[in-house]
């Protein structure tokens, strides 16, 4: 069975760092984009930033120049380390993939920034 499993969310404080990683796992033949995205209560998912198969990425413009996405393609691993963290940017984030032809979802870990 494929499927991504994100870790590493938690409770930081305003100002803070954390890095979140996400890992696929079954039998894949392929993974094209890996992409991270978030959802904040009574918000709609948004996109943060993706990573093509080499070394291609883009960022939403509320992340650029904090967050940074980074993969290992022999790990089948995504990163997302985030920097400089705001109480905004409380939500639950998720991993998303296109591997072997369809979309593939993580079940989401939570990110809190609070003092």
């Known amino acids: 069975q494929v499927q991504l499993v994100e870790s590493g969310g938690g409770l930081v404080q305003p100002g803070g760092s954390l890095r979140l990683s996400c890992v696929a796992s079954g039998s894949i033949f392929s993974i094209n984009f890996m992409r991270w995205y978030r959802q904040a209560p009574g918000k709609e998912r948004e996109l943060l930033a993706g990573?093509?198969?080499?070394?291609?990425?883009n960022y939403a413009d509320s992340v650029k120049g904090r967050f940074t996405i980074s993969r290992d393609n022999a790990k089948k691993m995504v990163y997302l380390q985030m920097n400089s963290l705001k109480p905004e940017d409380t939500a639950v984030y998720y991993c998303?993939?296109?591997?072997?032809?369809?979309?593939?979802w993580g079940q989401g870990t939570q990110v809190t920034v609070s003092s």
């Open positions: 990573i093509t198969g080499g070394i291609t990425t």
């Open positions: 998303n993939a296109y591997m072997d032809g369809r979309y593939y």
